[in-house]
């Protein structure tokens, strides 16, 4: 099974700042059409899990221009630019290369 | 507008079965791949089982395998999760989520059904 492994954050964050949430895969997420099957959540308090963006760097419909992703191979970045109160939560990083799918165990995002 | 609807959940003893339902609603149901995915009390996202658009084909984790089954009824826009044989590790929120087949994007999930499997 590919293993996520999630990066922590220095919370809490200051409101206005930026945040980088890192993912790492234990195997290479490109498949055989060239595209990289990784996907971010946010999950609020209390909430459902959204999907921020997929394809590693795609966003979501009406997810915001603040969340980009990057990344390539085994190494991804969730960058939240202007964080706002509306941010907290758990972000979560999933590889869907291959089944099993696997999710990383989240990350915390706490706003000062 | 996308729903997701799902019910069926509740506290059920060990080795005992539940079924868990989805309603869909707002889209295509059988234009879509669905899944369910869990999660225990504070922890972490867990990927049960996927079905593709015709119910043809089935994907598991080794963790439900043998003991769950993922079906859908694309007449009646519903999802199912059939839960046999369950441990106590199995209690979490169960969400049905509905993914997008050449992205594979989970793009939209349910509000979550809670099942708690205690003696």
């Known amino acids: 099974d590919i293993v996520m492994t999630q990066g922590a954050l220095p919370n809490p964050v200051p409101s206005g700042e930026s945040a980088s949430i890192t993912c790492r895969s234990s195997?290479?997420?490109?498949?055989?059409?060239?595209?990289?099957?990784l996907n971010w959540f946010l999950q609020r308090p209390g909430q459902s899990p959204q999907l921020l963006t997929y394809w590693t760097s795609t966003r979501a419909s009406g997810v915001s221009e603040r969340f980009s992703g990057s990344g390539s191979g085994t190494y991804f970045t969730l960058k939240i630019s202007r964080v706002r109160a509306e941010d907290a939560g758990v972000y979560y990083c999933?590889?869907?290369?291959?089944?099993?799918?696997?999710f990383g165990a989240g990350t915390k995002l706490e706003l000062k | 507008e996308v729903q997701l609807v799902e019910s069926g959940g509740g506290l059920v003893q060990p080795g005992r079965s539940l079924k868990l339902s989805c309603a869909a609603s707002?889209?295509?149901?059988?234009?879509?791949?669905m899944a369910w995915v869990r999660q225990a009390p504070k922890k972490g996202l867990e990927w049960v089982a996927t079905?593709?658009?015709?119910?043809?084909?089935?994907y598991y984790p080794d963790s439900v395998k043998g003991r769950f089954t993922i079906s859908r009824d694309n007449a009646k826009s519903s999802l199912y999760l059939q839960m046999n044989s369950l441990k106590s590790e199995d209690t979490a929120t169960y969400y049905c989520?509905?993914?997008?087949?050449?992205?594979?994007?989970?793009?939209?999930w349910g509000q979550g059904v809670m099942v708690t499997v205690s003696s």
């Open positions: 989520a509905r993914v997008q087949q050449s992205t594979t994007a989970f793009d939209y």
């Open positions: 999933q590889q869907v290369r291959e089944y099993p799918y696997t």
């Open positions: 707002g889209f295509t149901f059988s234009n879509y791949y």
């Open positions: 195997k290479s997420l490109v498949y055989k059409d060239g595209k990289t099957y």
């Open positions: 079905i593709s658009t015709s119910g043809s084909r089935t």
